[in-house]
């Protein structure tokens, strides 16, 4: 029988994240949201302020200083919900915590349009002034809205309205994290397996094909049951985006996502045309994987099975950490002290729980440590997240430490960027140090999953959307049969001729949280490209080949938003204005594949 899950009382403390860094107890919460609440009632008395200098400085040092505080109680409440989702104390505490954040911008969304009733003479020369210097970036990128935003009065109904146009993705999370229940799968010997969203991964990189079968199609039949509401949240979130971006007048719910990073939208068109030109080598890998898997048919049951039909090799926490101490240590020493400071001192929540939400995420702010959720099974896998979560828990660390407040918060578009740069060190370390062809195969294979899983498959969710977004604006109905209609396609084109369209596989949008955060998942995708070419060159200067590479990478962590995304990126030495950052990273999966069928061919 699988290990069962504990309550969370029954947890060991030393795999737990520390809490009492950022409130000794929910005490402190409630404290703080008094004197916030308190505080807020400032806001009225900066309206009308905003004609010159003078007022814009006082408002916004005020407003830094307010919003510091009420994202650390923001995010106190969001871990406090992770630790188990059943909880109503801790539900409550996130919902107090995210009801008055809405308030709050309600309050303050009289800002922006007041500062951009002001002529662009007026506005540009409060933009100039030195008293303002050190918000100009800020106010820069305010300037740049001014044909999008509405009126004070329509801008207070649409802050409003927040809470309310976040349903949709509130109602998914919900029901995938809380309410949603699947039978018990056996496996080949009949033996029974809980089965639940922490551990279908896990279930579905077993060597047991009958147990991978039973949970894939478990799994899926308890989102087909529940099909018409994951159907109405997605209609509701696109229809959100495609209605609001009408509203302020830009061409489209994507053109509006990525003016907030001032990313063109060539960039997401490029990497959509870059992969498809590469799609052939996609399909060549699975072909790889269905000869090395001796199977007549490959199915999406089978693509995360071991490809050499042997356990794969598990690690404890101890070994996991050791292994991240080892890839981060090529930044230095400053970089890998600090890993080894968080990690004792509690920012990391390791391993499942009842009720515990699920996948992984790191989060933190100006006043508070960067935090990791994850859920750590013991596989090369586990192991790869923690290494990826505190590459975006260091990039945290950097920008909040070299950054002031207005900027020490990163932009989305290079979110990804250091935790995959951490990924592809890790299995170039362990490829290092490997020469057994099967259990380099195994690496090389864990290489090619992560090409897979970030930047085929999310590039692939980003057809999803941007054709899901598409027909909304066409005025077509977004069903469950529409939906389902354009996921299946897009597997079939992306996993080829080889793969078994499995029906199930049409539900699988399901289940993917990232599609209530508009135009996100294509960041995945870029960033990995980015941190191809970021490792390739912090692995060169490691052998001394190259200088530099190292010392521009870390002033990029250090950025935060003090430079538009796509400009931090080209300082580190990678150019979204062209394909090539996306052409060079296939190119590096066509090698890595054709090492895999080298290490085939030699284990016969």
């Not at 090799?313 to 240590?329: D, G, I, P």
């Not at 597997?491 to 949280?513: C, H, K, L, S, T």
Request: net charge negative; hydrophobic share 35%; glycine share 6%.
């Amino acid at each position: 029988m699988a290990e069962k899950l504990l309550e969370r009382k029954d947890m060991d403390p030393a795999y737990m994240w520390n809490l009492t860094k950022i409130y000794k107890d929910d005490n402190g919460f409630e404290e703080e949201f008094k004197t916030l609440k308190k505080d807020a009632e400032k806001i009225g008395s900066f309206k009308g302020t905003l004609k010159d200098a003078d007022g814009v400085r006082s408002f916004l040092d005020w407003q830094t200083d307010f919003n510091n505080r009420l994202s650390r109680m923001v995010i106190y409440s969001e871990l406090r919900k992770s630790e188990d989702t059943r909880a109503d104390e801790a539900k409550s505490i996130s919902m107090r915590a995210e009801n008055f954040m809405y308030s709050v911008f309600t309050q303050l969304s009289f800002a922006e349009p007041e500062l951009l009733s002001h002529s662009e003479e007026e506005l540009r020369n409060i933009i100039d002034d030195t008293k303002v210097a050190e918000y100009k970036t800020i106010l820069e990128r305010i300037f740049d809205k001014k044909k999008h935003t509405l009126s004070e009065a329509e801008e207070r109904i649409a802050a409003a309205y927040g809470e309310v146009l976040e349903s949709p993705g509130n109602i998914f999370r919900n029901l995938d994290d809380a309410d949603m229940t699947f039978e018990s799968v056996q496996d080949e010997k009949g033996e029974e397996h809980e089965l639940n969203g922490a551990n279908f991964t896990t279930l579905e990189a077993s060597t047991d094909r009958v147990l991978r079968k039973n949970a894939y199609e478990k799994y899926y039949a308890g989102y087909k049951n529940h099909i018409n509401t994951f159907a109405a949240t997605m209609s509701a979130n696109v229809t959100r985006d495609v209605v609001t971006s009408d509203l302020r007048k830009f061409d489209s719910a994507r053109q509006m996502s990525m003016a907030e990073e001032r990313v063109p939208e060539q960039v997401y068109d490029n990497l959509i045309d870059a992969v498809r030109r590469h799609m052939p080598d996609m399909h060549r890998y699975v072909r790889l994987r269905k000869k090395l898997l001796g199977v007549d048919k490959l199915h999406f049951y089978d693509v995360y099975a071991p490809l050499l039909h042997e356990e794969p090799k598990m690690y404890t926490f101890e070994e996991a950490k050791e292994l991240l101490y080892k890839t981060v240590s090529v930044y230095g020493g400053d970089y890998l002290d600090t890993v080894k400071k968080g990690v004792g001192d509690g920012w990391i929540d390791a391993f499942p729980n009842k009720g515990k939400e699920g996948g992984a995420y790191s989060s933190g702010s100006f006043l508070t440590d960067p935090y990791i959720m994850m859920n750590f099974t013991g596989t090369l896998d586990s192991v790869s997240t923690l290494v990826h979560e505190m590459g975006h828990s260091m990039h945290t660390h950097y920008s909040c430490t070299t950054q002031p407040a207005q900027y020490s918060d990163y932009t989305l578009f290079v979110a990804e960027v250091a935790s995959t740069c951490n990924e592809n060190l890790l299995i170039e370390n362990l490829l290092a140090d490997e020469k057994d062809p099967k259990a380099r195969l195994e690496l090389l294979n864990q290489y090619l999953e992560n090409f897979k899983g970030t930047v085929y498959r999310q590039t692939m969710f980003a057809e999803f959307e941007k054709k899901a977004h598409e027909a909304s604006k066409n005025g077509e109905a977004l069903t469950p049969q529409k939906l389902c209609d354009i996921y299946g396609k897009l597997n079939e084109d992306y996993f080829g001729p080889d793969m078994v369209i499995d029906d199930e596989i049409r539900y699988e949008w399901a289940r993917i949280p990232h599609f209530y955060r508009p135009f996100y998942v294509y960041k995945y995708a870029t960033s990995y490209c980015a941190s191809v070419a970021l490792s390739e060159g912090i692995r060169k200067e490691a052998a001394g080949e190259a200088s530099g590479n190292i010392k521009k990478y870390i002033e990029f962590l250090s950025m935060g938003s003090s430079l538009d995304p796509v400009d931090e990126l080209r300082h580190a030495g990678v150019d979204f204005n062209t394909p090539e950052p996306v052409d060079r990273a296939l190119e590096k999966f066509a090698r890595v594949l054709d090492e895999a069928e080298k290490c085939a061919e030699l284990i016969g």
